[in-house]
């Protein structure tokens, strides 16, 4: 059975940096693109990051780059969120989602129960 | 950036009738890379449909997705109590992005 554990989620002043993470299991890890998606209270959901099962290549959102950065640990089975210079905006419930298809640009089939992110003063 | 517009925002319908959620993008989906998602509240996403109109696994068959290009659809050919709930398209081509939903409700 596939399952994703976020946590690393909390409250944090603007400015301020917090790293998410995400332990898989149930399925082989290094063969999937891993993602992180957002949802601001009330609102819809966003994309925020992919990485590539290797590791080697990640792709952001605009709002994002050079800002928060995606990483993982295929030794763990875990993917990573490091989030820098946090702003008001950024307040949402982050999950991270496994892609379906381990060789084509997929969709996503699992996603976990997702981390609160709240950035105010 | 493509941009998906779903409509109509809120769709009110009984047990048993059919739902038809429309999303359209900005520009053409490649590759018809466009996924549907179930949102209960409280709930992560649930995975419906991938590359415009095939099945995930374990997804009733009341579900179905159609469309190419920029106009897709998906269809809920009888509701049932738990269909009830906000449905997101989503394209996974590049820089994936979503739509902003529609609530269909009791």
């Known amino acids: 059975e596939v399952q994703l554990l976020e946590s690393g989620g909390g409250l944090v002043q603007p400015w301020g940096s917090l790293r998410l993470s995400c332990a898989a299991s149930?399925?082989?890890?290094?063969?999937?693109?891993m993602t992180w998606v957002r949802q601001a209270p009330g609102k819809g959901l966003q994309w925020v990051s992919t990485?590539?099962?290797?590791?080697?290549?990640?792709y952001y959102v605009d709002s994002v780059k050079g800002r928060f950065t995606i990483s993982r640990d295929n030794s763990k089975n875990t993917l990573y969120l490091q989030m820098n210079s946090l702003r008001a905006e950024d307040t949402a419930v982050y999950y991270c989602?496994?892609?379906?298809?381990?060789?084509?640009?997929?969709?996503?089939?699992?996603w976990g129960q997702g981390t609160l992110v709240t950035v105010s003063s | 950036e493509i941009v998906l517009t779903q409509s109509p925002g809120s769709l009110s319908l009984s047990p048993g009738e059919r739902a038809t959620l429309s999303c359209r993008a900005s520009?053409?989906?490649?590759?018809?890379?466009l996924a549907w998602y179930q949102q209960k509240p409280g709930q992560a996403p649930r995975f419906l449909i991938y590359?415009?109109?095939s099945r995930a696994t374990g997804v009733p068959d009341r579900f179905s997705g159609s469309g190419s290009g920029t106009d897709f659809t998906l269809t809920i050919s009888r509701l049932e109590p738990e269909d009830f709930a906000v449905y997101y398209c989503?394209?996974?081509?590049?820089?994936?992005?979503f739509g902003g939903g529609t609530k269909v409700e009791i």
């Open positions: 989602a496994k892609d379906h298809d381990p060789v084509v640009p997929a969709a996503n089939d699992y």
């Open positions: 149930g399925f082989t890890f290094t063969s999937y693109a």
């Open positions: 990485i590539s099962g290797s590791g080697g290549n990640t």
């Open positions: 520009q053409r989906v490649g590759s018809n890379y």
């Open positions: 590359g415009a109109s």
């Open positions: 989503q394209q996974y081509g590049s820089s994936p992005t």
